[in-house]
Each structure stands twice: as structure tokens, then as C-alpha cells.
């Protein structure tokens, strides 16, 4: 059966420090893979999806970025956080073709 | 704009209760509409589906074309159900901005 993994599942950083978070998934094959963001009072929030190795689409300009160097591996990274990146980051895969999503377990970033 | 409004942030209710939590859309065509819930401390996951038209602990949404909406109800709450809930439509990347559903016993 097909499984998502997301680490760390928390995480307090310094404001100005890199940041690195990781998605697997297993089971699957060519999954579009997503990231999204839920703050407080402001619901889910796409922030990038891809439908391939090397292929990222970004819905919102920030300082954020996303890869994806492997075909289940989705990494969602900053040169330089800032406050108002503390939130709880979603990721979330789907078969291509089917509307269904599945997410991760979500990782709880505070920016201090 | 193609959207999916959930109007109200917090709805609570008491235990034994009718619930309606609103999902409206605002676009054209056949919408593939999606409950979303996320129960504390666990991930978000699939309540139901549309064109599944299945009752989900004891949850249902009919989607009305004439009021663009896709309301989630459930005639009797219970404390179990109380959650964070998303109306989206996941194929064309959209959801609302979630309604917590507070049962109180």
C-alpha cells in the first residue's frame, strides 16, 4: 500500500536560518507530489505541486522553494526564513489523472 | 476567479445537534467537489467525494448546481466529529479556508 512520510514533524528555527523539509512517498510510481501551508485563520494554502522529476510549479511568490530530485522525494526549502513562514507544512501526493490527494502526517515549523 | 468558499471559520454545535457546514464554488462546468477533515492530532484526510455520493460517518454532501454549493451535513453531531474540515476541489488545486466544527457534550 501506498504510504507518505514527511520529517521533521517539528521544527523551531531561527529567523535568518536555512530550512529543509523532506517528502517521501512508497508504493507508488510518478506521483504528482504537493506542498501546501496551513497557518492560523487562513486555511490551506498551495504553495508548489509537481508532476515529474525536476518539474516544480509554484503558486506563490515567496522565499520558499521546492525540487524534487528523485521521483518520490519532494523537498521544501529556504535560504532565509523569515516570521511569517511559521506554520504547519502539508505534503500531499496523487495518482496522475485521479483528483484524490493524500497527505502526510505535516510539519509544524515555528520561526523564532 | 475560480474559488471554493467556506463562509464560516467556526461552527459549534451541541452534541445530538443537526450540522451544515457551508462549501460554496464559484466557477463553471461540472465541479469534482471533496470534503476534506482533519481530526486532531491526526493528518488530513478524505471524508468524501462527490460523485461518490456515499454517506461517510454519517456525513453527506449533495452537490446543487442552481446554488453553486456543496454543504456538508450530518442530522445528529457527535463529540467525535468535531475537526477541521476543508470543501475542495483538488483536481483544479483548490481549497476553501476550512471550518472548525466544535461538538460540545
Known amino acids: 500500500s501506498q504510504t507518505i512520510h514527511q520529517w521533521p514533524a517539528t521544527l523551531v528555527q531561527p529567523v535568518g536560518s536555512p530550512l529543509s523539509l523532506e517528502c517521501t512517498v512508497e508504493g507508488t510510481s510518478n506521483p504528482n507530489l504537493y506542498w501546501y501551508r496551513q497557518a492560523a485563520g487562513r486555511g490551506l494554502q498551495l504553495l508548489f505541486y509537481s508532476v515529474g522529476i525536476g518539474q516544480i510549479s509554484s503558486e506563490v511568490p515567496q522565499n520558499l522553494s521546492a525540487s524534487r530530485p528523485q521521483d518520490r522525494q519532494f523537498i521544501l526549502s529556504s535560504k532565509k526564513l523569515l516570521l511569517s513562514d511559521s506554520g504547519f507544512y502539508l505534503c500531499?501526493?496523487?495518482?496522475?489523472?485521479?483528483?484524490?490527494?493524500?497527505f502526510g502526517p505535516g510539519t509544524r515549523l515555528l520561526v523564532l | 476567479a475560480q474559488r471554493v468558499t467556506q463562509p464560516e471559520k467556526l461552527l459549534s454545535v451541541f452534541k445530538g445537534a443537526p450540522v451544515e457546514l457551508k462549501c460554496n464554488y464559484s466557477?463553471?462546468?461540472?465541479?469534482?467537489l471533496f470534503w476534506y477533515v482533519q481530526y486532531s492530532r491526526q493528518r488530513l484526510q478524505l471524508l468524501l467525494r462527490?460523485?461518490s455520493r456515499e454517506s461517510i460517518k454519517g456525513f453527506t454532501a449533495d452537490l446543487n448546481k442552481g446554488e453553486t454549493s456543496f454543504h456538508l451535513k450530518k442530522p445528529f453531531a457527535q463529540e467525535e466529529d468535531s475537526a477541521m474540515y476543508y470543501c475542495a476541489n483538488p483536481g483544479k488545486l483548490i481549497f476553501g479556508q476550512g471550518t472548525t466544527l466544535q461538538v460540545k457534550p
Open positions: 500531499a501526493w496523487s495518482v496522475p489523472g485521479l483528483e484524490t490527494q493524500y
Open positions: 466557477y463553471s462546468g461540472s465541479p469534482e
Open positions: 462527490h460523485i
